[in-house]
């Protein structure tokens, strides 16, 4: 089946410091990408949707010059959380989606990345 | 723009027994998807079960299956003979069928605790 990859599955930065997460697709190209954030016990919340070679759309409320995101590949997007600050910390994941002709575009996740910023 | 909601925030049941979770959604559109989507502890959001809006027949997938009523814009997933590893946050979820319709909407979710 499909794979999506996440690196790191955890990280730890420092109020002010930049960090950046990666997602992969193992096993399929993948031309849209998702980023999801979501809180504890919560439901997960679109961040932007980024689509290979292209600029990411961005959800409403969402800042893009805080959470920058590059889909340069079929294979890879990352997003970058600059000047992270403490209300940042929370769980991101990221989806891909298969790409090609068809109708069911099936969105794949990865495993997620818990981000603590002290 | 379509809303899913899932009114249980939480719901336990008996080890081998069974379950429903409960989902409404709203959308104008008459051809779409819906999905649920379980997350276990470790967080991965597995895939579950999906309906096709153009299909009348329910999904089923081995102890999972749908009740789909598109005119009640209902949408329930019923877990059959329940089993520890069925505990989980499971989450609702929609997507338009237009080839613009990239995105996931998802409901609240509904934890759902399995008892010994």
Request: hydrophobic share 35%; aromatic share 12%.
């Amino acid at each position: 089946g499909a794979v999506v990859s996440q690196h790191p599955s955890r990280v730890i930065c420092k109020s002010g410091t930049s960090v950046k997460i990666e997602c992969r697709s193992l096993d399929f190209q993948a031309t849209t990408m998702f980023w999801y954030r979501q809180f504890p016990k919560k439901s997960l919340m679109l961040m932007a949707t980024s689509n290979e070679g292209s600029k990411a759309t961005y959800e409403q409320g969402v800042e893009k010059d805080k959470f920058l995101i590059n889909h340069a590949s079929l294979t890879l997007s990352t997003l970058t959380v600059t000047s992270a600050h403490p209300e940042d910390s929370s769980f991101y994941i990221c989806s891909a989606r298969l790409g090609g002709t068809g109708h069911s575009y099936e969105q794949y996740f990865g495993p997620g990345t818990r981000l603590t910023v002290t | 723009a379509q809303t899913v909601t899932q009114s249980q925030p939480e719901m336990s049941v008996q080890e081998a027994e069974t379950v429903t979770l409960s989902c409404t959604y709203d959308t104008s559109e008459s051809d779409y998807y819906l999905f649920w989507y379980k997350q276990p502890p470790s967080r991965q959001m597995i895939l579950v079960i999906r309906q096709e809006a153009y299909k009348q027949q329910n999904a089923t997938e081995n102890r999972f299956s749908v009740n789909f009523q598109k005119a009640a814009k209902s949408f329930s997933l019923k877990i059959s003979d329940s089993q520890l590893g069925d505990a989980a946050m499971y989450f609702c979820a929609y997507r338009s069928a237009l080839l613009s319709g990239n995105k996931l909407v998802f409901g609240a979710g509904t934890i759902l605790r399995v008892k010994s």
